[in-house]
C-alpha cells in the first residue's frame, strides 16, 4: 500500500507515495475510512505529488473510471482534486476528467498542494 487516507476538515485526502498503480486505488475502496467519508464529506483529494513512479497507462485510467461512474449513481455530489505529480499526469488526469464529465461530480486538476487547499479551503499546512 502506498497511500495515506486522511480527513482534514471536511476533505478526505489521499496522499500517495513511492511506486502508485491502480491497484492502490481500487484497493481504496476497501479501506474504512475512505468510501463513508466521501460520501459524508462530498469532497476528496487524490494527491500523487510524493510519487516517484506512478505506473498507470491511459487505458487503466479509462477503467477506472468505469468503477467511478458506478459510484457516481450513489453519490450524486462530489468534488475531487486531483493534485498532479508532474506534467506528465496531466494527460492521465485529464481522461479521467473527461471519463466522468457526464457525471454530477466536479473534478479539478492542480499542480500544487496549495492549489488543492484553496479550491477545497483546507489549511494550507499538510
Not at 31 to 58: G, I
Amino acid at each position: 500500500m502506498s497511500y495515506s487516507i486522511d480527513i482534514l476538515e471536511h476533505v478526505v485526502y489521499v496522499t500517495f507515495t513511492g511506486d502508485s498503480d491502480p491497484l492502490d486505488l481500487i484497493s481504496l475502496m476497501s479501506e474504512p475510512l475512505f468510501l463513508p467519508n466521501v460520501a459524508k464529506l462530498q469532497r476528496l483529494v487524490f494527491d500523487f505529488s510524493q510519487t516517484t513512479d506512478l505506473n498507470m497507462s491511459l487505458d487503466e485510467v479509462r477503467q477506472l473510471s468505469v468503477v467511478a461512474k458506478v459510484e457516481a449513481t450513489f453519490l450524486s455530489i462530489l468534488h475531487i482534486v486531483i493534485v498532479l505529480s508532474g506534467p506528465n499526469g496531466r494527460p492521465r488526469a485529464e481522461a479521467y476528467q473527461q471519463a466522468l464529465s457526464r457525471t454530477t461530480w466536479r473534478i479539478d486538476i492542480v499542480e500544487t498542494k496549495a492549489q488543492a487547499a484553496t479550491l477545497l479551503a483546507i489549511a494550507t499546512d499538510r
